[in-house]
């Protein structure tokens, strides 16, 4: 029995079934039974799957990916996919394509579901209210930037992304985990001094406490660590 909303896939020749009418029996095709795609809320390291819903007014503008995920020929979003209690729309983008859509709702509800070709369906529901696009002074303030000396880089057993950094803060040291080995060998990372989130609530990840995060820019070419041009002191505070 199908359920409504449900995605199929067939994995012979690659048809994609998004159920709107829940109905008894199997989905078939090529003669073989159809997947049942899971939706997925959660990643590891940089998030470049889920859908990051924010709400300004009657406007909801989606990105998929606090990173932005990738728009190549051989992998990029499908389509991504707004539902809301009362309505639903959908955007079918290609390579090149932004992973972006805007709509008008005076809806306070949804959910978002994103498809990416190679790593299938992600979902998201959590919508962030946007009041005004500039932070005050005091915002600012609450985030400790600081200059942290990476100390030591131990890759983390059962993750391709995720390093496990040793940093000196001044006097303190710490772990951080960071979703960056695809980007930096382990000899590239170690003694160089980075720009860090000190104050960033904790975060458990395949066993392993985060205690902060490491700056970094991305974009289509690649992504760079935040390093210093200069020696500056462990522990330093950014202002």
């Known amino acids: 029995m199908t359920e409504s909303r449900q995605v199929y896939k067939c994995n012979i020749c690659g048809n994609i079934v998004n159920i709107l009418h829940a109905g008894m029996g199997q989905l078939v095709c090529c003669n073989a039974s159809m997947e049942l795609m899971n939706e997925k809320g959660q990643e590891e390291g940089l998030e470049k799957h889920l859908p990051v819903i924010e709400k300004k007014g009657d406007i909801l503008k989606v990105k998929v990916g606090e990173v932005a995920h990738p728009m190549e020929e051989n992998h990029f979003i499908e389509w991504i996919e707004v539902i809301s ?15 972006e859509m805007e709509i008008v709702s005076k809806d306070k509800d949804f959910v978002v579901r994103s498809f990416c070709n190679v790593h299938g ?34 890759p983390i057993e059962g993750s391709e992304k995720l390093l496990k950094l040793r940093v000196r803060l001044g006097e303190e040291e710490r772990q951080i985990l960071a979703g960056i080995s695809k980007f930096y060998s382990i000899e590239e990372l170690k003694n160089k001094k980075v720009v860090v989130v000190a104050n960033l609530e904790p975060r458990m990840m395949f066993g392993e406490e985060s205690r902060g995060m490491v700056l970094a820019a991305k974009d289509e070419n ?12 462990s522990g330093t505070k950014l202002s």
């Open 85 to 99: 209690n009362n309505e639903s729309w959908i955007r079918f983008l290609k390579a090149g394509d932004k992973p």
């Open 121 to 154: 369906l992600w979902k998201s529901d959590k919508v962030v209210e946007s009041k005004n696009e500039f932070i005050n002074f005091d915002d600012f303030e609450k985030v400790d930037l600081r200059i942290a000396e990476i100390t030591d880089v131990l």
């Open 222 to 233: 690649g992504l760079s660590v935040i390093v210093l041009d200069r020696d500056i002191a």
